[in-house]
Nanobody
Framework: QVQLVESGGGLVQAGGSLGLSCAASGRTFSSYRMGWIRQAPGKERELVATISGSGATTYYADSVKGRFTISRDNAKNTVYLQMNSLKPEDTAVYYC?????????WGQGTQVTVSS
């Protein structure tokens, strides 16, 4: 079982930056692929970014490529999402995900609102 707690959401103006953190419980954090998924009102969930257990491999959705950076610190059991050049369309609830094999764990979500 993995428990995930996100933090760092908030309100920011378009063009601004915001950083999200997700702290995980447990001693096997480095064995999980971590990801950030977002859901805007009335829209389906969108996979934003993922990072492999070692941190060597990352994936970004085209919509955030070049603006967002995912990283992790396995010593701190934490994954981060640095969001730059934010746009109003980035407004959503951002969820942290831990994936390993058939198991998926989710955080409670943190709201990010980008004003125009």
């Amino acid at each position: 079982q993995v428990q995930l707690v996100e933090s760092g959401g908030g309100l920011v103006q378009a063009g601004g930056s915001l950083g999200l953190s997700c702290a995980a419980s447990g001693r096997t954090f480095s064995s999980y692929r971590m990801g950030w998924i977002r859901q805007a009102p009335g829209k389906e969930r969108e996979l934003v970014a993922t990072i492999s257990g070692s941190g060597a491999t990352t994936y970004y959705a085209d919509s955030v490529k070049g603006r967002f950076t995912i990283s992790r610190d396995n010593a701190k059991n934490t994954v981060y999402l640095q969001m730059n050049s934010l746009k109003p369309e980035d407004t959503a609830v951002y969820y942290c995900n831990a994936h390993r094999g058939a198991n998926d764990y989710w955080g409670q979500g943190t709201q990010v609102t980008v004003s125009s």
